[in-house]
């Protein structure tokens, strides 16, 4: 179905790709930065007004201290198990919630809505929170990193935005032929509503992939730690903040290759989570919607 | 689904609901109240649990916790009290002592740099902590320290003599000196100058190492005065004020506390600064230098005056035989260091109020105050980690120095000494310490101590909670405009004819409120 | 709200009889309801720490009470409209150039006809999101200061250096664009996903009627994404005084305190000084207090005029 382009729409397109170029070169630079000094001399990198094009006084020391910690290949496991099901199950509860606030006749939805958003701004803060998660039995288990965390009302809400936007003749075809609730939200809703289940699966893997906080306040045993937290215990390791007479204040010297390790972690903990992208991609693309529907 | 909603609405979400109230609520009101009766054997005790964050460089060299590093081991054989470490990172230190202290039960000791900045009257009150003052007679060692270290013991003690926490000490005055300004001896040498005395002549230092290329790379890259933020008593440019006699923060003037904003002498010691910026001679990025951008200036052979940091990296990396950075002696002895007057390390142990046995617990803790407790902690043991040749303490540089398990010095000293990381109670040696420095660094340390004269820095004063919860807010808000004024006046943004109306909009923001709270607590101080 | 309900509800008395209806939807509801009673609703009677002179140790049932203390601290502060005014100008900001520049860039995303290009730039431009803090303004302040690349350019030029970072005019600026920059297209993501769910037969529809893209890409994709743009711009709304303080602290100094001390970054510091757990707690009711109110406000608004809100 080609369509003959006018003028102006060719013109349009070139800019188009012109700035979407300039736009990608400007916002990857960090990216790429990181990974240049992540094997240069870290006194180097600041040469030249800072601009960093290729590696100074390469060396790989920064990952030689990464891959030699013994607990790295662990705790990437562990948040591999985290992610996997943690989103798994932060997905179910989230749109299973967003599908149950859409249906326009529940009772109480507004009010149940409500008190939902009131969580985003009122909460009882860390210690009372950690006295529930503690009392549950949950610290220091798989459990601490998934099911604290586990709905994010910022996600519930977009999502439920998503299900009322879906028209509401998809699912009267299928109540005619008599589902329950249950296939309906299943077998209907789920699949009307991939481009956002994607979205939020995104967030939510991306979210707990990154998660240290949680990590440091419910886990002391390390076999249960994540990634980030191994990562960030190297990076405190290795630059050495306290100092010999000195242990007074954080103005401390640090040890010389602190920040390439820095770098080096950013590499190591973001390669991984960057390659889940292309697999969600595929949920965006137009008309992914009707496809489902006919399908 | 086979489970009925009836089911789920009637037995299920109740019992969930019940156990989970029961559960947090249970957890969480049940606290202070139960006091265990204490047992005061007056004996070692046989074993006690101890809370203390374990440091990097320690974990770098292998320890799990604090029962790994060999000074506790050497102190755990010597008393035959076995200790239960708990030690989280040191980094997480303050989130895991909130949790801990939240919780039900409480180890015997905690060590933490939190203590200190505590209102311990309260905590005694809340039963959180006991009072170690109440266990003086079972520390003869400690007693002994005081009795011969009054100055330290005036920087822990409370006003009214108690003592609720044991410091780490600093037992000789060398140890408190570990910043001070350095200079590039070798461009001073390359171009012919002396090291400076005063700040005219050090301004013409400066101007020289702007102007002739002392890098000898043809470009006009040095930065002759580098630094960290205007004022920092570590790494600011606003040190050198102190040449004027005056200070961008408190100190002693005459006998009382006052603040150098207030005083006249801080109008020439800015018309100074902010000479030596207009014409280019102090980093024009001072305040937006970090730790490293700060230090890849002095790698990178660009700063050539600054107030530097010892030991550390830049010197091991400098020092190479081709350059030279030297300590500058402090121009006429005048220092207002605060950190020159700290006999006190980083951190502060209690005992806490669910210790059975407080009485024993002092007693293991006075043992690091023993003569054999000090060694331990300082030399580790005889034979191993060092020797004794004319009666004085050798530390084996082998072992420090040339580890046979491949760790760097720094390594070695947190893993065998607790003198190394002084946040335990116990009294760090300088015979000890100027061991375990390079040479130079001895040398910077020993030109700064020895000239610097910080009697009129402000001594570690204590306020009670009332006079902290007056002067909090106002203290904040003097902070952070004293700052925003002071680097304005050097950067040009205001001039040092404004220095009148900042002293109005200080005694707005209540100068005077604070410096009466200061001048009490410094009456009280001198009366302790 | 409760007006909507009694609305849509048949006749009275059958209200119970309408939820018994729904009891399958109530079970599907069930877990997630669990998890905010036990994770939200139970800790949050911790919130009332603002109210007292908090102690860990004794636990919010036997701290002391303050009453308002808390509150009046804060609010008598002669800082107060300062860091007040500083946040709101840079969550403004944030708002006016930050909200705008996602969408933008996702329509000219659904413009690419190369589906490989179009990939390219999404995944290009989403990592960046993933540079901790730390790194993104260290690379920041190198690139911005005296002997940075910025001024290298214009020093090239002939321009005079400009001090970027310790400008207090300049702060806000660089503020909010180097979060743009950062996330610009991780904020992107959603309106990609929501061109995605636009029905395809309406832009044929559009077609036939003779639209080009550009009226194809203001009467069937902006309608087409209206909705997921109000719900963020209103939850954008309600976090007007959110202005966290990881970033600004890194970023701030001496200079610049002016424009850049905000809520956040004083009781960061007032924390450093005395560990007051009910002063922050009152500020943290306060912020919240305002957002939820800007939220309720927006919503009630956007309910108003386009029939839409967030629930």
Redesign the interface.
């Known amino acids: 179905m080609k369509i003959k382009k006018t003028l102006g729409e060719q013109i349009f397109d070139v800019f188009n790709v012109i700035i979407l170029l300039l736009l990608t070169l400007v916002v990857v630079y960090p990216c790429y930065y990181i990974l240049v000094a992540s094997v240069s001399n870290p006194a180097a990198i600041y040469q030249d007004g800072g601009l960093l094009l290729w590696p100074k006084e390469f060396g790989m020391y920064s990952y030689q201290t990464v891959f030699e910690n013994s607990d790295l290949w662990r705790s990437y496991g562990n948040t591999i198990f985290y992610v996997v099901a943690g989103t798994f199950l932060s997905v179910m509860l989230t749109t299973s919630a967003a599908f149950c606030a859409s249906r326009k006749t529940l009772p109480g939805k507004n009010i149940i809505m409500f008190l939902i958003m009131f969580t985003m701004y009122f909460n009882g803060g860390l210690i009372p929170t950690y006295m529930v998660v503690k009392n549950l039995g949950i610290t220091d288990s798989y459990f601490a990193m998934i099911i604290p965390t586990a709905v994010s009302t910022y996600n519930l809400i977009i999502t439920l935005s998503y299900f009322r936007g879906i028209p509401e003749s998809m699912e009267e075809a299928a109540k005619i032929d008599g589902a329950t609730d249950f296939k309906i939200f299943y077998k209907v809703m789920l699949p009307l509503a991939k481009p956002i289940i994607a979205v939020i699966a995104l967030y939510y893997a991306v979210a707990i992939w990154n998660n240290y906080y949680t990590a440091l306040i419910y886990l002391s045993e390390e076999k249960y730690y994540p990634l980030q937290s191994v990562l960030r215990q190297i990076l405190l390791t290795s630059s050495g903040t306290e100092q010999d007479a000195a242990a007074i204040s954080s103005e401390a010297d640090g040890a010389a290759y602190a920040a390439n390790i820095r770098y080096a972690t950013i590499v190591v903990s973001t390669v991984p989570i960057l390659c889940v992208y292309p697999f969600i991609q595929k949920y965006f693309i137009k008309g992914v919607m009707i496809g489902a529907v006919k399908g | 689904m086979k489970l009925s909603f009836k089911v789920l609405t009637k037995r299920v979400l109740p019992a969930i609901l019940a156990v989970t109230l029961m559960a947090t609520v249970g957890g969480c009101s049940k606290k202070g109240g139960e006091k265990g009766e204490n047992v005061s054997t007056g004996t070692m005790p046989k074993n006690l649990t101890v809370w203390a964050p374990l440091g990097s460089l320690a974990a770098k060299a292998g320890a799990n916790d604090r029962g790994d590093i060999l000074a506790y081991k050497i102190i755990e054989e010597q008393t035959g009290c076995v200790i239960d470490w708990i030690s989280p990172s040191s980094a997480e230190g303050l989130e895991k002592f909130n949790l801990l202290i939240a919780g039900d039960k409480l180890p015997d000791i905690i060590c933490a740099d939190v203590w200190s900045g505590r209102d311990t009257y309260r905590d005694i009150e809340e039963g959180l902590i006991v009072p170690i003052s109440d266990y003086l007679d079972y520390m003869p060692n400690l007693k002994k320290f005081l009795e011969e270290n009054p100055d330290v013991a005036k920087q822990f003690r409370n006003d009214d003599g108690s003592i609720h926490y044991l410091p780490s000490a600093r037992g000789d005055e060398e140890l408190t000196v570990f910043v001070g300004p350095t200079i590039r001896k070798d461009w001073l040498d390359k171009l012919g100058l002396e090291m400076p005395t005063n700040t005219d002549e050090l301004y013409n230092v400066l101007k020289a190492f702007k102007t002739q290329d002392p890098n000898g790379n043809g470009k006009q890259d040095e930065i002759a005065f580098s630094g960290m933020g205007g004022d920092s008593w570590s790494y600011g440019i606003g040190n050198i004020v102190w040449a004027y006699d005056t200070h961008y923060s408190f100190f002693v003037k005459d006998g009382k506390i006052t603040h150098g904003m207030l005083e006249e002498e801080m109008k020439p010691a800015l018309e100074y600064l902010a000479k030596l910026y207009s014409e280019g001679l102090i980093d024009p990025d001072y305040l937006i230098n970090d730790d490293e951008k700060y230090k890849a200036k002095i790698l990178n052979d660009r700063s050539g005056f600054f107030f530097g940091i010892q030991p550390s990296s830049y010197y091991l990396t400098l020092n190479d035989g081709t350059k030279e950075l030297v300590g500058v002696p402090y121009f006429d002895g005048k220092c207002y260091n605060e950190q020159y007057l700290n006999r006190l390390g980083g951190g502060q142990t209690v005992i806490t109020g669910d210790c059975k046995d407080p009485a024993g617990a002092a007693m293991w803790l006075d043992y690091f105050f023993s003569p054999e407790g000090i060694i331990a902690t300082n030399f580790g043991i005889e034979g191993e980690t060092h020797n004794v040749v004319d009666g004085k303490r050798v530390l084996d540089h082998d072992y420090v120095f040339n580890n046979p398990d491949g760790l760097e010095s720094k390594e070695v000293c947190h893993s065998s000494f607790i003198g190394a990381s002084t946040d335990f109670p116990s009294v760090q040696l300088w015979e000890y310490y100027s061991q375990t420095l390079q040479p130079w660094g001895k040398a910077a340390i020993e030109v700064w101590s020895s000239s610097a004269n910080p009697e009129n820095a402000l001594p570690k004063l204590k306020f009670t909670a009332e006079e902290k919860d007056l002067i909090s807010d106002e203290l904040e808000n003097i902070n952070t405009y004293v700052s925003t004024q002071f680097n304005n006046i050097i950067m040009g943004r205001a001039s040092v004819n404004d220095l009148d109306k900042i002293k109005e909009e200080l005694d707005n923001l209540g100068m005077q409120d604070v410096l009466k709270v200061y001048n009490d607590s410094y009456v009280r101080y001198l009366n302790k | ?2 007006k ?2 009694v609305v ?2 048949p006749k009275k008395h059958s ?1 119970w009889r ?3 209806k ?26 009332i ?1 603002a109210f007292q002179d908090y ?8 701290s002391k009470w303050v009453g308002l203390e808390n509150f009046l ?1 804060f609010l008598s ?3 107060f409209f300062e860091l007040l005014r500083n946040t709101l100008v840079i969550s403004s900001l944030s708002l006016v150039i930050g909200f705008p520049l996602p969408i933008v ?1 996702a329509l ?2 659904n ?3 190369n ?1 490989r ?1 179009k ?14 803090t ?3 303004v ?2 920041l ?3 911005l ?8 350019v214009r020093a090239a030029l002939g321009l005079p ?1 400009v ?1 970027f ?2 400008t207090p005019e300049y702060f806000p600026w660089i503020y909010v664009l180097s979060n743009i ?2 996330n ?2 991780w904020s992107s ?2 309106y ?10 309406l832009y044929e529809a559009a ?1 036939i009627d003779g639209a ?2 550009w009226k194809q890409m203001l009467y069937v994709t902006l309608p087409g994404i209206a ?2 743009m109000l ?2 711009f209103i ?1 954008q709304v ?1 976090n007007i005084l959110s202005v966290g303080h990881e970033k600004i602290l890194l970023m701030y ?3 610049t ?2 424009t850049a ?1 905000v809520i956040s970054t ?1 009781v960061y ?2 924390g450093l ?3 007051d ?1 009910g002063y922050s ?1 009152a500020v ?2 306060f912020n ?2 305002c ?2 109110t800007m ?1 309720m406000l927006s919503n009630a608004i956007s309910k108003k005029v386009s029939g839409q809100g ?2």
């Not at chain 3, 102690?55 to 036997?62: A, K, P, T, Y």
């Open positions: 709200m409760k909507d309900n849509l509800l209200l309408e939820i018994l729904h009891k399958s939807i109530y079970l599907i509801f069930a877990p997630t309801l669990l998890f905010y009673l036990i994770f939200m609703y139970i800790p949050m009677f911790g919130t720490i102690s860990i140790r004794l636990g919010v049932f036997d601290d502060n002669p800082k860039l000219l995303l413009e690419l006809s589906l290009f990939k390219f730039v999404q995944t290009v431009t989403y990592m960046p999101h993933f540079i901790s730390v790194v993104m260290g690379i302040t190198t690139f200061s005296t002997d940075g690349v910025i001024n290298g250096a001090q970072m310790t920059w950062q610009i297209g993501i959603i990609i996903s929501a061109i995605a769910g636009v029905d395809q037969e077609r080009n893209r909705s997921t719900v963020l939850m309600g100094n001496s200079a305190y002016e001390d004083y510091r007032k000084l005395e560990s757990y707690a943290g009711i919240s207090v957002n939820f939220l967030l629930w």
